[in-house]
């Protein structure tokens, strides 16, 4: 659907019902009246310096649902759409108003994760209810616009409430394995799910989203005092060599 939107390039801008007169190229076109007129000129300079520094066209295009938004080949005519180009769609008729038209381009700098991610990150019941649309569609053009002048992301930058307070459950699941583990003797074994819990799901999506250490430190802590708490409560049996110990002395009597 992507590639239909978006794919082939056309010389000049034809005139079409909706577009905007003029030889004057818009690169944000609101037709659901979400953004102020100073929102609008600013996503405007923002587009212009980005394409002017990257060569990358980044568009925003809002719809209302009342078949005012012209037809996707006559603003893909407009834009002179090629491989390069990106719109960001707000549509207020869907459940999540935020979509991405993109071609086989951006796909070499932009996974198609991060899409998702920008999507259920912005366009969520939650964010909308809270910030509002006009927000919504500035959070995804600014996370696309750092990240092409980046070179490419995985991740969306940022972290968000929702991805932080994912992190904690495996981190304290992951201190609970390892702490067992010491006390029963049985780290060696435990090791793989330690890591998965502990690395790849409580520490790896932050670094890969933020440099602000203090999330790490926060995880880190909170996984040795779980570890900790569990090498040291004797419900899961005495600590490694102390039942020796204790038959030891009881051989000598």
Not at 19 to 31: C, F, I, Q
Not at 85 to 113: Q, W
Request: aromatic content about 10%.
């Amino acid at each position: 659907a992507a590639a239909a939107v978006l794919g082939g390039c056309a010389a000049g801008a034809a005139a079409a019902p909706g577009l905007p007169a003029g030889p004057e190229v818009h690169r944000v076109l609101d037709y659901s009246h979400v953004l102020t007129a100073s929102e609008v000129d600013a996503l405007e300079g923002r587009a212009e310096a980005l394409e002017q520094a990257t060569g990358w066209k980044l568009r925003v295009l809002t719809r209302d649902g009342k078949e005012t938004a012209p037809r996707d080949d006559a603003l893909r005519r407009y834009w002179q759409a090629d491989s390069k180009t990106i719109v960001v769609v707000e549509d207020m008729k869907n459940p999540n108003p935020l979509s991405f038209f993109y071609d086989d381009g951006a796909k070499e700098v932009l996974s198609y994760f991060f899409f998702s991610e920008l999507q259920s990150r912005f366009g969520s019941v939650f964010f909308v209810r809270d910030h509002g649309l006009a927000d919504a569609v500035q959070s995804s053009f600014g996370a696309i616009d750092t990240c092409l002048r980046r070179g490419g992301c995985a991740t969306v930058p940022g972290l968000d409430d929702a991805t932080r307070q994912l992190t904690y459950w495996p981190v304290v699941a992951g201190g609970l394995v390892a702490g067992f583990g010491l006390r029963a003797s049985l780290l060696p074994y435990l090791s793989i799910p330690t890591f998965i819990l502990f690395i790849a799901l409580g520490i790896l999506p932050i670094t890969a989203r933020t440099d602000d250490l203090r999330p790490v430190a926060e995880n880190v802590f909170w996984f040795l005092v779980c570890a900790g708490a569990l090498y040291l409560t004797p419900i899961v049996g005495p600590p490694p060599g102390q039942g020796k110990n204790t038959e030891s002395a009881e051989d000598e009597e």
